[in-house]
């Protein structure tokens, strides 16, 4: 069983999102809608993506990762935070 499988329902239901949000894109540019709108809703479909991959790679670490201790989950806590920090900029 995978790390996600609790929350799958969950992802796929971001990632139809994600893709929703695409499809609009297209239309946006066969409109031939605002430049400006258009990379707005660019970044809220990228931004989208990277919180779904944040949050698999989470449930990735708390399910792959054996044997965890207390300090093991501060551990793993604080290298989300970093990755989530680092996927924002």
Not at 32 to 52: E, F, G, P
Not at 53 to 67: D, T
Request: net charge positive; proline share 0%.
């Amino acid at each position: 069983m995978r790390g996600y499988y609790a929350d799958k329902d969950d992802v796929l239901a971001r990632l139809r999102r994600v893709e929703g949000q695409v499809r609009g894109l297209q239309r946006m540019v066969e409109e031939d809608q605002y430049c400006i709108n258009i990379l707005t809703q660019i970044s809220a479909a990228s931004n989208a993506l990277k919180k779904v991959g944040v949050g698999l790679l989470e449930e990735h670490m708390r399910h792959c990762i054996a044997n965890r201790t207390e300090k093991d989950r501060d551990m793993i806590a604080e290298a989300i935070a970093a990755v989530d920090r680092l996927v924002k900029s």
